[in-house]
């Protein structure tokens, strides 16, 4: 399974933003897609995921009214809408994917064995 992750630049706060996640095919079913994000000295974070099959997405704490995480499969992207940006939401951010995808644990980044390169988002104020 290979992900590239795009999208990222430079915005100011409350600009909106998308990222889109390329992957290589997802036939199994059981895949989940997630996006974290690492910003500088900090760790690494869970900001959404989503159920390959169903769609069913998950959102962190800090993503949820401002974020939507979709995917499309006929193009095998899955994407990360951003949008009222914060200063805050400044940080590298990874397209992550899951081949035993369980809603309960979609943060729990040791389950995602397929990584994506990082795309870096940057916020100014």
């Known amino acids: 399974v290979q992900l590239q992750a795009s999208g990222g630049g430079l915005v100011q706060a409350g600009a909106s933003l998308r990222l889109s996640c390329a992957t290589s095919?997802?036939?199994?079913?059981?895949?989940?897609v997630g996006w974290f994000r690492q910003a500088p000295g900090k760790q690494r974070e869970i900001v959404a995921a989503i159920t390959w099959t169903t769609g069913i997405a998950y959102y962190a704490e800090s993503a949820k009214g401002r974020f939507t995480i979709l995917r499309d499969t006929a193009k095998n992207t899955v994407y990360l809408q951003m949008n009222s940006l914060k200063p805050d939401d400044s940080a590298v951010y990874y397209c992550a994917a899951d081949p035993l995808f369980d809603g309960h644990s979609y943060y729990l980044q040791s389950r995602y064995l397929y990584w994506g390169q990082g795309t870096l988002v940057t916020v100014s104020s």
């Open positions: 095919r997802l036939t199994y079913s059981g895949f989940g």
